[in-house]
T-cell receptor
Framework: DADVTQTPRNRITKTGKRIMLECSQT?????MYWYRQDPGLGLRLIYY???????NKGEISDGYSVSRQAQAKFSLSLESAIPNQTALYFC????????????????FGPGTRLTVL | GQQVMQIPQYQHVQEGEDFTTYCNSS?????IQWYKQRPGGHPVFLIQ?????EVKKQKRLTFQFGEAKKNSSLHITATQTTDVGTYFC??????????FGAGTTVTVRA
C-alpha cells in the first residue's frame, strides 16, 4: 500500500555500522510493527507498538531497537549491524477495531532490503 | 511457544489444475489470516477467519478454518498465472501472539 512507506528501499552497509530504517503511514492506524523476512522462515516479528507510548518486543528483538516518534512514524535501528541481519525488512500497520486481538489485519509497506557485509 | 507450520513450502502447478496449502498450529487460534506476496512485492491481506469450521470463498480461492481452530487451508481451483506468489497464513493465539507460517511459494506451468 502507498499508505505505508519505508525508507530506504535498499541499503548496503558494513559490519558494526549503525543503521536506521524508517516507516511512515497515512492510514491513521495506531498499531505498527516491524518484521524481517528470510527465505524459508517467513515473517518474524521484531517489535510492535500499539500507540506512541507503547513498545513491545517481538520474537527476535535482540540486536534491534525501535522508536515511535509519532502515531505515523515507527523507526527500526540496528545499533551495530552484523551479517546475519541481512534480510528483507517490512513495516506494517493495523487498526484496532478488535481491541480483544493484538494483531488485526496487517497492511505492509514495500520493504527495505538490507545487506550487511 | 506458538508455532505455525505451513506445507508444502513449494507448489509447482500446471495451469488449470487445483492445489491446496495447509497451515497447522500447535495451539488453538483466535483467528487466522491469509496473505499473498507477489514476487518482489510485499504481503497483501487476503482474508481473515474467526469461527470454528468457517469457510470463505474469494472467486477461485476457498479458505477454511478447522473445527478445533488449530488448522486452516487455502484451496485454489483452476490455477492461473496470476496466482504465482507466496501465500502466508498468520495465526493469532489466545495469548495474543501473531505467528506467520513460512509460506507456500507457488509457481505455475503454462
Amino acid at each position: 500500500d502507498a499508505d505505508v512507506t519505508q525508507t530506504p528501499r535498499n541499503r548496503i552497509t558494513k559490519t558494526g555500522k549503525r543503521i536506521m530504517l524508517e516507516c511512515s503511514q497515512t492510514k491513521g492506524h495506531d498499531r505498527m510493527y516491524w518484521y524481517r523476512q528470510d527465505p524459508g522462515l517467513g515473517l518474524r516479528l521484531i517489535y510492535y507498538s500499539f500507540d506512541v507510548k507503547d513498545i513491545n518486543k517481538g520474537e527476535i528483538s535482540d540486536g534491534y531497537s525501535v522508536s515511535r516518534q509519532a502515531q505515523a512514524k515507527f523507526s527500526l535501528s540496528l545499533e551495530s549491524a552484523i551479517p546475519n541481519q541481512t534480510a528483507l525488512y517490512f513495516c506494517a500497520t493495523s487498526d484496532s477495531l478488535n481491541p480483544g486481538w493484538r494483531a488485526d489485519t496487517q497492511y505492509f509497506g514495500p520493504g527495505t532490503r538490507l545487506t550487511v557485509l | 511457544g506458538q508455532q505455525v507450520m505451513q506445507i508444502p513450502q513449494y507448489q509447482h502447478v500446471q495451469e488449470g489444475e487445483d492445489f491446496t496449502t495447509y497451515c497447522n498450529s500447535s495451539t488453538t487460534l483466535s483467528n487466522i489470516q491469509w496473505y499473498k506476496q507477489r514476487p518482489g512485492g510485499h504481503p497483501v491481506f487476503l482474508i481473515q477467519l474467526v469461527k470454528s469450521g468457517e469457510v470463505k470463498k474469494q472467486k477461485r480461492l476457498t479458505f477454511q478454518f478447522g473445527e478445533a481452530k488449530k488448522n486452516s487451508s487455502l484451496h485454489i481451483t483452476a490455477t492461473q498465472t496470476t496466482d504465482v506468489g507466496t501465500y502466508f497464513c498468520a495465526g493469532e493465539s489466545n495469548d495474543y501472539k501473531l505467528s506467520f507460517g513460512a509460506g507456500t511459494t507457488v509457481t505455475v506451468r503454462a
